[in-house]
């Protein structure tokens, strides 16, 4: 039986339940290059481009900015963007998807997580990238009892993390489905995955200061889930730089910030009262508000109106 997990806890002050992640903003230091990625082997399409940055996305939001900066390098044992996760509509787009990656030859892990079906890769820079879509009738996964948890939809129980079964998955390609098509207009980012330097500052934050609803902390596997209208997660955290993982140097490759979009400018002026009356620091853009987390990963909340 296919029981939907439920959130952990759920804050006395929740964020809209129609809020969702808006695009992940990369520091590179090979634009061109990058560029090139992110259409050729991702599937992306370029927004636009101002001077030494771009903006990517599927024709209509965007998923992805880039900006390069000289002298720039990659950094380990930080904290900082674990993955961003690309959420397509459905199976046919991530068989095609995988099935470009396998024709490129370009290295890949195509997993089943039983909840979800998923893809996760590098860039050509290191940051990793998940590109996933939804299954929820093969059963769920998240976190219970401290635990995560994958259950499949006959009852058995599975570790979450198993291979995928590509010959099924390239059951919903047809001969005249072009590997090489962009990603759907309604791609989307699904979530972002954070290092962290503390699970229990981390969920204070994201939960009790911001209102996202608590999906579960696994302490054990050191990861926690929270997310906006009971999704199963829309930011992930965890621990495997290390406990206390300081923020990555100035000169570093990788996130800059992600954006979380509210419905509107009225949730956006009822979150900036939250963060005032929690003592949450936030600074007055012309996107939106910016913040750090605890363990100084930004955030901006936005609107589709920006």
């Given at each position: 039986?296919?029981?939907?997990?439920?959130?952990?806890?759920?804050?006395?002050?929740?964020?809209?339940?129609?809020?969702?992640?808006?695009?992940?903003?990369?520091?590179?230091?090979?634009?061109?290059?990058?560029?090139?990625?992110?259409?050729?082997?991702?599937?992306?399409?370029l927004h636009g481009r101002e001077g030494?940055?771009?903006?990517?996305?599927?024709?209509?939001?965007?998923?992805?900015?880039?900006?390069?900066?000289?002298?720039?390098?990659?950094?380990?044992?930080?904290?900082?963007?674990?993955?961003?996760?690309?959420?397509?509509?459905?199976?046919?787009?991530?068989?095609?998807?995988?099935?470009?990656?396998?024709?490129?030859?370009?290295?890949?892990?195509?997993?089943?997580?039983?909840?979800?079906?998923?893809?996760?890769?590098?860039?050509?820079?290191?940051?990793?990238?998940?590109?996933?879509?939804?299954?929820?009738?093969?059963?769920?996964?998240?976190?219970?009892?401290?635990?995560?948890?994958?259950?499949?939809?006959?009852?058995?129980?599975?570790?979450?993390?198993?291979?995928?079964?590509?010959d099924e998955m390239f059951t919903h390609?047809?001969?005249?489905?072009?590997?090489?098509?962009?990603?759907?207009?309604?791609?989307?980012?699904?979530?972002?995955?954070?290092?962290?330097?503390?699970?229990?500052?981390?969920?204070?934050?994201?939960?009790?200061?911001?209102?996202?609803?608590?999906?579960?902390?696994?302490?054990?596997?050191?990861?926690?889930?929270?997310?906006?209208?009971?999704?199963?997660?829309?930011?992930?955290?965890?621990?495997?730089?290390?406990?206390?993982?300081?923020?990555?140097?100035?000169?570093?490759?990788?996130?800059?910030?992600?954006?979380?979009?509210?419905?509107?400018?009225?949730?956006?002026?009822?979150?900036?009262?939250?963060?005032?009356?929690?003592?949450?620091?936030?600074?007055?853009?012309?996107?939106?508000?910016?913040?750090?987390?605890?363990?100084?990963?930004?955030?901006?909340?936005?609107?589709?109106?920006?």
């Amino acid at each position: 039986m296919n029981t939907v997990l439920q959130p952990v806890a759920i804050s006395d002050f929740q964020i809209h339940p129609d809020s969702w992640p808006g695009y992940v903003h990369l520091t590179v230091a090979n634009l061109e290059q990058q560029i090139a990625f992110y259409q050729n082997t991702i599937g992306l399409q370029l927004h636009g481009r101002e001077g030494k940055s771009a903006r990517l996305g599927a024709g209509q939001a965007d998923l992805l900015h880039l900006t390069e900066v000289s002298g720039v390098r990659r950094y380990r044992g930080t904290t900082g963007l674990y993955h961003m996760a690309f959420l397509l509509p459905d199976r046919r787009e991530l068989a095609r998807v995988i099935g470009r990656f396998l024709n490129l030859k370009y290295t890949n892990y195509p997993t089943d997580h039983i909840l979800t079906k998923s893809v996760y890769l590098d860039d050509l820079e290191g940051n990793n990238i998940e590109i996933y879509t939804e299954s929820p009738e093969d059963g769920v996964f998240g976190v219970e009892n401290g635990n995560i948890v994958a259950r499949r939809a006959d009852g058995t129980i599975s570790d979450g993390r198993e291979p995928m079964d590509l010959d099924e998955m390239f059951t919903h390609l047809s001969a005249n489905d072009s590997l090489d098509a962009p990603m759907p207009l309604e791609t989307k980012m699904g979530h972002v995955h954070l290092f962290v330097a503390d699970l229990n500052a981390t969920r204070y934050f994201y939960h009790e200061q911001l209102g996202m609803g608590d999906m579960g902390v696994a302490r054990a596997f050191r990861m926690g889930m929270v997310s906006a209208g009971g999704y199963h997660h829309h930011i992930g955290y965890n621990t495997w730089q290390g406990a206390g993982a300081p923020p990555p140097p100035p000169n570093s490759l990788g996130m800059r910030y992600f954006t979380f979009n509210l419905p509107n400018a009225g949730e956006l002026n009822r979150m900036a009262e939250r963060m005032e009356q929690t003592g949450v620091t936030f600074d007055r853009l012309d996107e939106g508000l910016f913040i750090r987390d605890p363990s100084q990963n930004g955030m901006i909340f936005s609107t589709p109106e920006f």
